[in-house]
């Protein structure tokens, strides 16, 4: 860092929600970094100094991982999936819908990264039990809800796929 | 009578008019917004907790390349504070530091790693002086003084004496005192503190986007310290990221990344980390309290005496109007003779606290409650008899000038008893489970402005035109709580049209009117019936427009489902668009604005300090709370609550839903993990990890009963419900660990480490006394 010479960057191909992108990166560029600020994709939220919070949550081959604890080198080749490519045509997802509906974001700032690690949960386990919901939003903080709405919205969508 | 019903089944409100940009990544906040050019400010804070700066030379940093501008001190010499009587804190430190975290200088440079270099080559030299960090440290007589011309380091003491209290106590069948003390907690809101900055030079023009609650205030001071004229500058609130009374107050980083736009001659983005959020909080403070109640033998309150201590930090802040409000809501929710209070506001050397929801009420509160349930269980009264034999009749005045217009404590009481099968599960619970119940309640919104101005609490504009939309413009500030919602419902409601012909925009001080913004639950109450009176005179321009049309009277037209018609059977009816398109010809697009004030026999007592607290509705809240405790290792689990709020009507029974399972579960962050740590003052917290908040494993089902008992002020009824349940959640959680083990805890939060000590000590106690009995016999 307080060399003179800037360190060396490679090309890295990732599939981000749906689409090949190839960019110049550094080793100790972390996804969360290359997600908002090349990718543009700005619901991944950083909430805290490192894997506290869960805002940063994204899917890596379909499993929710902190961006913000995830080198985008080790991305190569793999796919990213972020809130915003949950959309289709325009239309939120039967999570996002949920999340709307229920009330499941009050200020919204956590609620990109609690519906990735929900949609990740859904997607292994279609009904899960509210203890199932529990566990597996456990790295995802929230200050607004007291989580209520959060585990109505998840058990919501799971009942609207049903 | 109140209407009474559960939140999950009742009357269901509407989803947030911008929840589906939340939910599809859509909303932008502050860090969010398009940072193309902008520099990187970065903050040097004090590593000491209490010095005189004897030197700051900068040159070094100065020279690097990349650095665009350094502030120091030296670049604003003026102080800044929210209540215009305590402004006494520099955004930059000049002379001297009073805790450690303080901001010293700051730079701005092309990246963080230039900007953190800067500030790794400025030089400072400080002179230490001693530093106290507990209230009784501050107060000794040989303390050196945080400011001038405050002895004993007392911001502000407070004394009021309501009643004949010698009276009150010898009337009583038990008096009862105790100590307790609760732990200083933060508001600890998800997103960072951020700042975007841009000064244009060649217009002098200033625009400032920010995670700001009230933009309004944030104009003025940087108006102040930038000695700029307030018509230059602009200062916009994109989304926020929860604000629970954080960003109230101008915060320093705010003006500091001003202060830096300008010496930059351009764009400065600021984002703390969230060590730095922590010690940039403004929140509850460590406060001690001792409380003394006299109760007859039935159950009446006859007396209470109440000194409250509280630790502020190192400046004013919101200090003196926390200070007087744990004494004031001690008032407003029970019958009570004759109440004394004494309260301390102390500084200390340690970042300054502020307003957190439920803003100076919640710890009197635990004192309170707490105190009532254990002379409840030495007299053998049921706690909800108790609270029953001591309810006001509304309308009516407190004591100290406050103002009680509508009253649902006594539906909340019934609600939460029947919910929770009290009368049939208290006493009998199996052991280390335990039930407790509490109450509370809270302004909505304060009733007398911190400024002073003349003008209405509250103005809302609206714009028609030829689309037939209707822009609400409101420098109310949507937090996450859903003000915008409810103001796009209040208009649509009132103009009987549907919410999809209203658009809300907030927060611009540009483009919305002034507001004083998201504080004190003040929202619904003032925006709400601004809103209201700005939808009836368009609605009466629309009316005149529509009689002229239809050839009417204009007490002849009904409007109603988007339509405008002669009489309730009248069979001419012209829709919402044909009225709006002939009341534009010869108008043109239409403005109109709604204002609201609270009149001046609202607004407090003439006592000194009588004006905080006085407001035109209070709302109320019961809970009953259901614990497990683990004896041997001190874990307390929240099994159930059921809470039920009086918030005069439900706007939009969604989101006080969600107002309520928020708040009732951040009381339950205070009562069972929250609070801040310092080590000789530095932040020893200052993360997600070390400060614990409930995550969703350890948060339980909240059973949440909206009552209705219809302010006769409130805009369609309605009151606050946002911060009501609070104060309720600490003391019925305490209350209930006592149930539960028979300890009674005198801390909050109830960690294991405290709850062991309770538990240890009271086995000890009751050792000793069987000692001593066997001894005696």
């Given amino acids: 860092m307080h060399g003179s010479a800037k360190p060396r960057k490679r090309l890295v191909r990732i599939e981000v929600n749906g689409r090949w992108c190839e960019d110049a990166v550094s080793d100790g560029d972390l996804l969360v970094d290359y997600l908002r600020d090349v990718a543009h994709l700005t619901s991944v939220k950083v909430g805290c100094d490192g894997g506290e919070c869960g805002a940063c949550t994204v899917l890596l081959d379909g499993v929710p991982v902190s961006a913000c604890l995830t080198l985008v080198v080790r991305c190569e080749g793999r796919n990213v999936e972020t809130v915003e490519g949950l959309v289709k045509q325009g239309r939120p997802n039967r999570l996002q819908q949920a999340f709307h509906e229920k009330l499941g974001a009050q200020c919204g700032f956590c609620t990109p990264g609690m519906i990735m690690a929900s949609e990740a949960l859904l997607r292994r386990n279609p009904h899960p039990s509210d203890d199932e919901i529990r566990a597996a939003l456990a790295g995802n903080l929230c200050r607004c809800t007291g989580y209520v709405k959060i585990i109505e919205s998840v058990r919501h969508a799971a009942e609207a796929s049903a | ?777």
């Fill in chain 2, 1 to 777: 009578m109140s209407a009474v019903y559960k939140a999950r089944t009742g009357r269901q409100g509407v989803p947030l008019i911008d929840g589906v940009d939340k939910v599809t990544g859509r909303a932008l906040y502050t860090a969010d917004l398009d940072r193309n050019g902008a520099l990187v400010g970065r903050i040097l804070r004090s590593p000491v907790a209490h010095a005189e700066i004897v030197r700051i030379d900068v040159s070094k940093a100065c020279a690097l390349d990349g650095v665009a501008a350094i502030v120091t001190g030296a670049d604003c010499r003026f102080t800044y504070g929210v209540l215009p009587i305590a402004m006494n804190e520099y955004p930059l430190a000049r002379e001297r530091v009073r805790y450690r975290g303080e901001p010293v200088a700051a730079v701005a440079a092309i990246d963080e790693e230039t900007a953190q270099r800067a500030l790794d080559l400025i030089e400072i030299e400080f002179k230490e002086l001693p530093a106290y960090f507990e209230s009784k440290d501050a107060r000794a007589p040989d303390a050196v003084l945080l400011h001038d011309k405050k002895p004993g380091n007392i911001e502000r003491e407070v004394h009021h004496d309501f009643g004949d209290l010698d009276a009150g106590f010898a009337a009583a069948d038990l008096v009862r005192e105790h100590r307790v003390t609760c732990a200083e907690i933060n508001h600890a809101q998800i997103e960072p503190h951020a700042c975007l900055a841009e000064f244009d030079p060649v217009s002098g023009r200033l625009t400032v986007q920010d995670v700001s609650q009230v933009v309004y205030y944030l104009h003025l001071t940087l108006a102040r310290c930038l000695e700029l004229d307030e018509a230059q500058i602009r200062v916009i609130k994109p989304f926020v990221g929860g604000g629970f009374g954080a960003r109230v107050e101008v915060l320093n980083f705010e003006i500091v990344t001003a202060l830096l736009a300008r010496a930059a001659g351009g764009k400065v983005f600021m984002q703390l980390t969230r060590e730095e959020t922590f010690l940039t909080h403004r929140a509850r403070p460590q406060t001690d309290i001792a409380l003394r109640l006299g109760m007859t033998k039935d159950g009446r309150f006859t007396a209470c005496a109440c000194v409250v201590t509280q630790r502020g930090g190192a400046y004013a802040g919101y200090g003196v109007v926390t200070i007087l409000y744990a004494g004031a809501l001690l008032q407003g929710i029970y019958d009570i003779p004759a109440i004394k209070y004494d309260g301390y506001r102390v500084y200390a050397n340690l970042p300054p606290c502020g307003a957190m929801r439920g803003h100076g009420g919640v710890n009197t509160r635990f004192a309170f409650e707490t105190l009532v349930d254990r002379m409840a269980r030495e007299l053998g009264l049921d706690p909800f008899a108790v609270r029953r034999a001591n309810l006001l009749q509304a309308p009516m005045q407190t004591m100290n000038g406050l103002m009680v217009q509508s009253y649902g404590l006594a539906e909340c009481l019934d609600a939460v008893e029947r919910a929770s099968g009290w009368k049939e599960r208290f006493g009998r619970m199996p052991p280390g489970k335990g039930l407790g119940m509490a109450c509370s309640h809270y302004v909505s919104g304060s009733a007398k402005p911190i400024h002073f101005t003349g003008e209405p609490h509250a103005v809302i504009h609206l714009k028609l035109d030829h689309d037939g939309g209707v822009t609400a413009l409101t420098g109310a500030a949507d937090i996450g709580q859903g003000s915008s919602t409810m103001v796009a419902i209040a208009v649509a409601e009132t103009l009987g049209v549907g919410l999809d012909r209203i658009r809300v925009v907030s927060s611009d001080t540009a483009v919305t009117p002034k507001d004083n913004g998201a504080y004190s639950s003040r929202i619904t109450f003032m925006v709400g019936n601004a809103a209201i009176a700005a939808a009836n005179n368009l609605k009466a321009l629309l009316t005149a427009a529509a009689a002229r049309t239809l050839d009417a009277a204009v007490e002849e037209i009904v409007c109603e489902g988007g339509y405008f018609r002669v009489g309730d059977m009248g069979q001419a009816a012209l829709s919402f668009k044909e009225v709006v398109a002939a009341a534009l010809v010869d108008e043109g697009a239409i403005s109109v604005k709604g204002a609201f004030t609270c009149p001046v026999e609202f607004q407090g007592g003439k006592h000194r300090g009588g004006a905080v607290g006085s407001t035109m509705g209070f709302s109320y809240a019961a809970q009953v709370v259901e614990t497990s405790v683990d004896d041997a290792t001190g874990q307390v689990t929240v099994d159930k609550v059921w809470v039920a709020l009086d918030c005069g009507h439900a706007i939009n029974p969604l989101a006080v839903a969600g107002q309520i399972e928020g708040s009732v579960w951040m009381g339950m962050g205070q009562a069972l993990c929250e609070e801040t740590r310092y080590l000789n003052g530095l932040a020893a917290h200052a993360s997600f990890l070390d400060y614990r908040m409930p995550t969703i494993v350890e948060s339980p089902q909240i059973e949440a009963f909206v009552v209705e008992s219809h302010d006769p002020n409130g805009p369609f009824g309605a009151k606050e419900a946002s911060e009501g349940a609070l104060a309720g959640f600490p003391p019925a959680l305490v209350s209930a660990i006592g149930n539960a083990t028979g300890v009674d805890l005198h801390e909050i939060p109830a960690t294991p480490d405290r709850l062991l000590e309770a538990i240890g000590k009271s086995r000890l106690k009751a050792a000793a006394a069987a000692r001593k009995a066997r001894a005696a016999s």
